[in-house]
C-alpha cells in the first residue's frame, strides 16, 4: 500500500505556485512561525524518517501472524479480519482527517498522529489479543492515513523552501521511498527480531514504538509550512467523480483496488503460505519475502516515473499477472525461488498499475477539484481492498490453500484484463486537467495496503 500518500493531497506541489515566490513565501512562513532553529534541510530527513516509521509499524505484525495462528489458533479467516481492520482506519481517516493539515498546519497535525501511530504499537505488545490485535490495526491505520498525507506535503513544502533551484523529483522519491518502504521495512525488522531475539510479538512494537514517540518529539522542533491564516468550519473530506471520462475513471478506482490486494496478500496470508504451504517457517524470510515485494513497488514507482498513465498501466498489466501465476505456481511447486520471483513482479506491477490511476484521474480532473477527485480515487481503492483479501480468506476455510490462492489470483487477473482496454487508454478521455499537475502526480502515492 502514503502512501503512501496522498489520498487527500493533490500535493504540496498543487499548492504551491513554482519560482521564486514559493520560496519567498514558504521562507517568510519558516520565519515568522519556527520557535526554535530547525532548518528546512534536517527538518525535511525527520519528516521523512516518521513517515519511513509510521508505515513500517502498521505492517509490523506480518511476519507475526503465524505466531498468532499457533498460539491462539486463529485460521486464516481471522488474519484476513485483523488485516480488514486495518483498511477501515485508513478510509475513516482519508474521510475524516487526511485534510485537516491544510487548517491547522503540518507540524500540528503530524505529531499527534505519530503518537497515535507508536499507541498502536503498544496496544500491540500489550493486548495480543484478537480484540487487542483489531483495536491496534484500526489505530494504526487511523494514523497511516493522516500520516500519509500530512507528511507528502510537509516534504515536498520543507524541500521547496530550500530554494528556487530545489527538484521536486527529490521529494518525490523520498516520499515513495518512505511510503512503500517503511511497509517493506516493518516486516524485515519484525522478522528479523522474532527470529533471533526474544519476546517476538512484544519487542518487535516496543522498539518501533519507542521510536515513534523520539521522532514524534522531533517533529515539534520543526518549523511550520503551511500558511493558516484562518480555520474555516470543519467538514469531512469532499469527494467527487471528474464529470469527464467517468468510465476512465472508475476503471482506475477498479485498478487500485486489485493492486492494494496484491499488495494485501503479502502482508496478510502470505507468510501463511510461505510456512504451511511450503514448509519455510523462518519470520526472518517470512520479512524479508513482504520486504522484496514493497521494495520492487517503490524501484519501480521512482524509474518509471515519467511514464505517462497509458505507458504505466501497460507495464502494470504486462508485469502483475505474471507475477500472480508464478507465485500460484510456487505454492504448487513448492518452490521458494518462484515465490520470491513472482512476489517482485507482483510487486512492481501493483505499484505501477496505482501510480498509473493516479495520473489517470489528475489527466481528468480539474485543477481545482483534484484533492476530492483523489481523495475518491483512494477512498474507492482502499473500499475494494478488503473484498478480495477476505474472500481469499474464506475461500481457505473449505479449500486447500493452493487452490483458495490459485482462485484469488484468477479473480484478479480476470478482473484486470476486463479492465485493461479502458486502464491503456489513461486519461485519454481530455479532461480539464489533461496535462496539468504532472510534478503532483509523480508524488503523489501511496498508501499501499499492509
Not at 523520498?174 to 533471533?196: H, K, R
Request: hydrophobic share 55%; proline share 6%; glycine share 12%.
Amino acid at each position: 500500500m502514503n502512501i503512501i500518500a496522498e489520498a487527500q493531497q493533490v500535493s504540496a506541489l498543487d499548492m504551491l505556485k513554482p519560482g521564486r515566490q514559493t520560496e519567498f513565501m514558504l521562507k517568510a512562513r519558516l520565519r515568522s512561525r519556527r520557535l526554535i532553529s530547525v532548518p528546512p534541510a534536517p527538518g525535511f530527513w525527520i519528516v521523512a524518517a516518521s513517515f519511513m516509521v509510521v508505515m513500517a509499524v502498521g505492517a509490523l505484525p506480518t511476519p507475526l501472524y503465524v505466531l498468532y495462528e499457533r498460539r491462539d489458533h486463529f485460521s486464516a479467516l481471522i488474519v484476513t479480519v485483523i488485516f480488514a481492520a486495518y483498511a477501515v482506519g485508513v478510509v475513516a481517516s482519508l474521510f475524516l482527517a487526511g485534510h485537516i493539515s491544510d487548517w491547522f498546519g503540518r507540524r500540528r497535525v503530524l505529531v499527534p498522529a505519530i503518537a497515535l501511530s507508536a499507541f498502536s504499537a503498544g496496544v500491540f505488545a500489550v493486548w495480543p489479543a484478537l480484540p487487542g490485535l483489531l483495536v491496534a490495526r484500526v489505530l494504526s491505520g487511523l494514523s497511516v492515513g493522516v500520516v500519509t498525507a500530512t507528511a507528502t506535503a510537509y516534504l515536498a513544502e520543507l524541500h521547496a523552501a530550500r530554494g528556487p533551484r530545489s527538484s521536486p523529483r527529490r521529494a518525490e522519491l523520498v516520499a515513495t521511498a518512505a511510503n512503500l518502504g517503511g511497509i517493506g521495512l516493518g516486516p524485515l525488522a519484525a522478522g528479523l527480531l522474532a527470529q533471533f531475539l526474544p519476546d517476538p510479538l512484544v519487542l518487535s512494537y516496543v522498539a518501533f514504538g519507542i521510536l515513534a514517540l523520539a521522532l514524534a518529539l522531533a517533529v515539534v522542533l520543526l518549523p511550520e509550512t503551511a500558511g493558516v491564516s484562518e480555520r474555516p468550519r470543519y467538514r469531512t473530506q469532499r469527494i467527487s467523480v471528474p464529470p469527464a471520462g467517468r468510465r476512465a475513471f472508475f476503471a482506475a478506482a477498479a485498478g487500485g483496488s486489485v493492486a492494494l490486494a496484491v499488495f494485501g496478500l503479502f502482508t496478510s496470508l502470505a507468510p501463511g503460505f510461505l510456512a504451511g504451504t511450503l514448509g519455510y517457517r523462518s519470520h526472518a524470510l517470512a520479512g524479508a519475502a513482504a520486504f522484496l515485494v514493497f521494495a520492487a513497488g517503490a524501484v519501480a514507482q521512482s524509474l518509471l516515473a515519467r511514464l505517462d498513465a497509458r505507458a504505466l498501466s501497460g507495464v502494470g498489466i504486462a508485469m502483475l499477472p505474471a507475477g500472480l501465476a508464478l507465485v500460484s505456481a510456487a505454492t504448487w511447486l513448492a518452490s521458494l525461488p518462484a515465490l520470491l520471483a513472482g512476489g517482485v513482479l507482483c510487486g512492481a506491477g501493483a505499484g505501477v498499475i496505482f501510480k498509473g490511476g493516479i495520473n489517470t484521474v489528475l489527466d481528468l480532473a480539474p485543477p481545482e477539484a483534484r484533492a476530492e477527485a483523489l481523495a475518491t480515487f483512494f477512498l474507492a481503492s482502499y473500499l475494494g481492498l478488503a473484498g478480495p483479501i477476505l474472500g481469499l480468506g474464506i475461500a481457505t476455510q473449505y479449500l486447500s490453500a493452493r487452490v483458495s490462492l490459485l482462485g484469488f489470483a484468477g479473480v484478479l487477473i480476470v478482473a484486470l484484463g476486463a479492465l485493461a482496454p479502458v486502464l491503456l487508454r489513461g486519461g485519454s478521455q481530455r479532461g480539464p486537467g489533461r496535462g496539468r499537475g504532472r510534478r503532483a502526480a509523480e508524488i503523489t502515492y501511496q498508501g499501499a495496503g499492509s
